[in-house]
Structure formats: structure tokens, C-alpha cells
């Protein structure tokens, strides 16, 4: 059954937004896309994510029907204020607090704040995310806590009902795969490989079986793993 239901999916272009936007689109009847810039080294992402978006709709129709409205927010203050391997050239590490170097503070607390506003006006009351605590960073803005809290926090503060889903939070990368074969078959898979970018250091270069990018930041790590894992169970 078709969820009557407006969604606004915070989608970067990478494999996880990618296969929340099919989740969303095999859903509810309206989808819109959102993106930011806030100054990420990573910004190919942005360039990836209008391929990724025209070819879900050449490839799916009974998505394309559905796909609405794409929006790309200017964040780029964030960058500004943000001292992480993230939005500057520096070496991926490990910080005295245990985190890595590539949480931005307060990214997804932004985003999804952003989110609520546009998704208010545009007359949406789902939000969907990728966030996941289970193949993650160890980033703290990414746990299931912060998701709930934010979801109660913004349905009060606009006064209005505002459901966040995260449909990869407690499923690994190899289901994560898995997941958008079962939504969008082996083209879907293959789309999401070729198409869609992941890799910290905005690197596309050669394509990988899994995609993609450097072969060595954490992102494409997780991703090389959990493509692995999911080809070996196949």
C-alpha cells in the first residue's frame, strides 16, 4: 500500500541516500530530494547526485512518476566553522576524544533542522535519512537516540507532525546492499556502483567492483567490505 504522504529524503548522491531514496520512492506517493553544500572536499557528491537522480527515473518509471522537486541548500557556514578532514585538506585520524576527524559537529542537527523547515513549507511530513549506528564512523549524530530526540524536538517546535526514517539504521553495509536489491533488482545495484560517490577524498578515478573512489579513506572501506560480504552471500 502507497503511503498518501509527502517524503523529503536528505540525499547526497552516495549509496546509502541513494538507497533510501528508492525506500522512499517504493513508499509514498510524493518524494523530494534535498542536498547541501556546505563546503564539504568531498563536493563531487553534489555533481554525482543529478545522475543518480536521472537515471532512477529513466530506469524506474513507476518511481519516476513519483520523483519530485530537487533542492540544494547553501551551507557552506558550516565549512567555514568546521575544522575537520572533512571540509579541509587533512589526514583522516582518530582525535583524543575517540572520534575520527571527519565528524563535522552539528551536521545532521543542522540538516535535518533545514530539512524540517523546507519539508514544512513544501508541505512534506516525512523526513529520510541514512543515518546508521550499525556500519558508522562512531559518530554521535548518527545514533537512533538523536534521530528520536530531533523527530520530537522538530514536530514541536513547527507544531506539526514530522516522522524521521531511517531505514539503514540497524542493518550493516552488506544489507544495505542487499536492500536495494530487493527494491530495485540488480539494476539498482548497478546504478548504485557505478553512479552514485561515496569516497572521502572526492576521488572517482577507475571503478572498483564496488564502485568508486580511493580504495583506502573509511568511507570506501565500509563500502569495498559490505559489497563484499553481500557478493560472498549471494
Known amino acids: 500500500m502507497t503511503d498518501n504522504r509527502k517524503a523529503l529524503v536528505l540525499f547526497s548522491g552516495g549509496q546509502d541516500s541513494t538507497t533510501c531514496l528508492a525506500w522512499a520512492l517504493d513508499r509514498y506517493a510524493e518524494v523530494e ?3 547541501f553544500d556546505y563546503g564539504q572536499r568531498h563536493r563531487i557528491e553534489l555533481d554525482c547526485r543529478n545522475n543518480v537522480r536521472a537515471e532512477i527515473a529513466r530506469q524506474f518509471p513507476a518511481w519516476a512518476a513519483k520523483l519530485g522537486t530537487d533542492h540544494l541548500l547553501d551551507l ?3 565549512g567555514q566553522i568546521s575544522d575537520t578532514a ?3 585538506e587533512r589526514a583522516i585520524e582518530l582525535q583524543a576524544n575517540g572520534l575520527p576527524n571527519t ?3 552539528g551536521r545532521n542537527l543542522l540538516f535535518l ?3 524540517a ?4 513549507r513544501r508541505g512534506a511530513s516525512v523526513l529520510v535519512g541514512g543515518m546508521c549506528e550499525t556500519d558508522f564512523s562512531g559518530y554521535p549524530d548518527c545514533r537512533d537516540n ?3 530526540a530531533l523527530q520530537v524536538a522538530l514536530s514541536l517546535g513547527l507544531d506539526a507532525p514530522m516522522t524521521l526514517e531511517t531505514p539503514l539504521m540497524f542493518i550493516d553495509k552488506a544489507a ?5 536489491e530487493g527494491l530495485g533488482g540488480a539494476a539498482l545495484v548497478k546504478l548504485i556502483v557505478e553512479e552514485t560517490h561515496t569516497c572521502y577524498l572526492g576521488e572517482r578515478g577507475a571503478l572498483h567492483p564496488w564502485g568508486h573512489g580511493c580504495g583506502h579513506c573509511p568511507a570506501c572501506a565500509l563500502r569495498a567490505r559490505g559489497f563484499e560480504q553481500y557478493r560472498v552471500a549471494a
Open 103 to 105: 565528524f563535522v559537529p
Open 146 to 148: 538523536t534521530m528520536k
Open 76 to 78: 557552506s557556514l558550516l
Open 86 to 88: 572533512l571540509t579541509s
Open 113 to 115: 533542522t533545514f530539512a
Open 33 to 35: 530530494t534535498l542536498a
Open 176 to 180: 544495505t546492499w542487499r536492500l536495494a
Open 117 to 120: 523547515t523546507l519539508a514544512y
